[in-house]
């Protein structure tokens, strides 16, 4: 799991000021009063969207401003109310008071809105405040000033996709080289001893969070080495990426070790076996590597996607793909 964060200040819109004017036609000398109200601010609300996955594009920006009440105006006409302001958030996000420190909301579910901030309401227009004494009245009212909160957002982050593979194959240097995640690289097994999380962003709008997790080895469904514990893990994920060391320098066979994690993968869970996923060939850099690919890739009997996070090749190629395969894919 891991902790997705962004502050942020928003702030609603101001009301319209009220008019003060009179009414004005020929042969009217003393027309009565007809200045309109002003338009209420806009809110700033927050929904929680399931096409959503991180907080990174949302804490871009730090000030979030909704638009104004339109001003009142002459013959009673009333301003336009301010549009609200939408701001979409991942499912499960935790919506805090900055300053208090307090949770507001949950927004747990789909489509579940929250009003933060509340616009200010418009002014009152001068034709309002007419009665039987006072035929004339000269002021109006000034709009409101729209609420202003800071805001702390958390997301709790479950990953997306999970990287698999013998120890040694290249998922820790592949989660570093496609996010911000630093974790622990080595050229011996069982480096990796706990997952680690990390966002790829493939736009502005769309990330994909990635799991590496400890090596497998064959066994591992029945509680060898490391990585068994973690075979639930990868449950919880909606799609896996298989990763096969296709360097030269690899004394594993390539087509030997992804049967390997096969096997494992399929004694482990019916899920496991049937969770969408793709085959990465990694450390691609050279003739003898992509010879392995290609019998890797003829012994799975689909597309293996060649890669190097030494030379940061086939990446990007990759990340849509799974970004692809994952959207497709619904939610646990
Ligand atoms: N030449 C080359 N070496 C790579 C590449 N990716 C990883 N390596 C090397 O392969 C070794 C193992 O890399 P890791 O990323 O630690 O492998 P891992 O799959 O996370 O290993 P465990 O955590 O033990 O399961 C390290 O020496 C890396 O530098 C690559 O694209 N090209
Ligand atoms: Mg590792």
Not at 112 to 117: A, N, S, T, W
Not at 234 to 256: F, G, K, N, Q, W
Request: contains cysteine; proline residues 5%; aromatic residues 4%.
């Amino acid at each position: 799991m891991f902790r997705d964060e962004a502050r942020i200040e928003v702030l609603a819109g101001k009301g319209g000021d009220g008019h003060a004017s009179f009414h004005r036609e020929k042969f009217v000398p003393l027309g009565g009063p007809d200045g309109g109200d002003g338009g209420d601010g806009g809110d700033v609300v927050m929904i929680a969207s399931a096409n959503l996955n991180s907080l990174l594009p949302i804490g871009r920006r730090f000030r979030y401003r909704a638009q104004d009440g339109e001003a009142g105006r002459t013959k009673l006409k009333a301003g336009k109310d301010g549009l609200e302001l939408v701001l979409e958030v991942p499912i499960g996000t935790q919506v805090f008071d900055a300053e208090r420190g307090n949770l507001l909301r949950d927004l747990a579910t789909d489509g579940q809105r929250l009003v933060i901030v509340r616009g200010g309401r418009g002014g009152k227009g001068n034709a309002r405040f007419a009665n039987s004494v006072r035929q004339a009245p000269k002021h109006a009212e000034k709009g409101r000033p729209g609420e202003q909160r800071g805001l702390r957002l958390e997301l709790k982050l479950f990953a997306e996709a999970g990287l698999v593979g013998l120890p040694n194959a290249g998922k820790s240097t592949f989660l570093s080289a496609v996010t911000a995640a630093t974790p622990k690289i080595a050229d011996y097994p069982f480096t990796t001893l706990a997952p680690q999380v990390g966002i790829a962003s493939l736009s502005e709008s769309e990330t994909i969070v990635l799991a590496d997790l400890p090596g497998l080895i064959e066994g591992a469904s029945e509680g060898h080495g490391l990585g068994h514990k973690f075979l639930k893990h990868v449950e919880r994920c909606r799609a896996i990426l298989h990763l096969v060391d296709c360097s030269p320098d690899s004394i594993t066979d390539a087509v030997e070790a992804w049967r390997v994690i096969e096997a494992e993968l399929a004694a482990f869970s019916p899920e496991l076996a049937e969770k969408p996923r793709l085959v990465l060939a990694t450390k691609v850099e050279g003739e003898e590597a992509e010879a392995r690919a290609a019998e890797l890739e003829r012994a799975v009997g689909k597309r293996v996607w060649r890669v190097s996070s030494a030379r940061r090749s086939g990446l990007r190629e990759v990340l849509v793909e799974a970004h692809r395969l994952v959207r497709g894919v619904p939610a646990y």
